[in-house]
């Protein structure tokens, strides 16, 4: 595999190196932080009706969390 040289602005850099790993290189870093699959490779590859009910369960458990959380901040002294 060959190697690129790429222009970053600094906040860019930053930001990888903030979260770079101590034995990462920068390739690693990115390459981790990016993932197998992106997002956009995903679109299409479920139905209207799966992709509703994966919204609703996600919606769902998001609430959940949100009440949960609420209800630790209330009871809290």
Same mark, same amino acid.
């Not at 595999?1 to 602005?9: A, E």
């Not at 993932?35 to 992106?38: E, F, H, K, V």
């Given at each position: 595999?060959? !190697?690129?040289?790429?222009?970053?602005?600094e906040d860019v850099y930053e930001r990888i190196e903030s979260a770079q790993h101590e034995d990462e290189t920068v390739s690693e870093t990115i390459n981790r932080l990016l993932? +197998? !699959? +992106?997002l956009h490779e995903l679109v299409g590859t479920l139905s209207d009706d /799966? /992709? /509703?009910? /994966?919204?609703? !369960?996600i919606t769902t458990s998001r609430d959940a969390d949100i009440d949960a959380e609420r209800e630790l901040y209330e009871d809290s002294p």
């Open positions: 595999m060959g !190697t690129r040289t790429i222009q970053l602005d993932g +197998s !699959t +992106s /799966a /992709a /509703a009910e /994966a919204r609703e !369960t």
